[in-house]
């Protein structure tokens, strides 16, 4: 069992920055790939970013590379996702998981865990 929970949400204008992070409970957190996704109202769950177990690999949505990056520091059982640049598009509920495998890393379904999200809204 993995628990979940993530900070760092809130309002800010277009051009702004937020960096999200997400503290992980329970088992060992190192052994886990870590993605983040996002909902926005009337829209499905979809891909934001992802990282490795061990930090080395790292991808990203079309939609934020560039803007976006996402870190973890595994001896403080943490990931992070450093949001430059925000558009209001990026307003949505942002999700932490983790995942055991790291194949299909932009599918939900691959991931086991999932924390509560945090609300990022971005005012034009």
């Known amino acids: 069992q993995v628990q979940l929970v993530e900070s760092g949400g809130g309002l800010v204008q277009a051009g702004g920055s937020l960096r999200l992070s997400c503290t992980a409970s329970?088992?060992?957190?190192?052994?886990?790939?870590m993605g983040w996704f996002r909902q926005a109202p009337g829209k499905e769950r979809e891909f934001v970013a992802a990282?490795?177990?061990?930090?080395?690999?790292?991808v990203y949505a079309d939609s934020v590379k560039g803007r976006f990056t996402m870190s973890r520091e595994n001896a403080k059982n943490m990931v992070h996702l450093q949001m430059n640049r925000l558009e209001p598009e990026d307003t949505a509920v942002y999700y932490c998981?983790?995942?055991?495998?790291?194949?299909?890393?932009?599918?939900?379904?691959?991931?086991?865990?999932w924390g509560q999200g945090t609300q990022v809204t971005v005012s034009s």
């Open positions: 990282i490795s177990y061990s930090g080395a690999s790292v």
């Open positions: 998981a983790a995942a055991n495998y790291y194949k299909r890393y932009d599918r939900i379904s691959e991931y086991r865990y």
């Open positions: 329970g088992r060992t957190f190192s052994n886990y790939h």
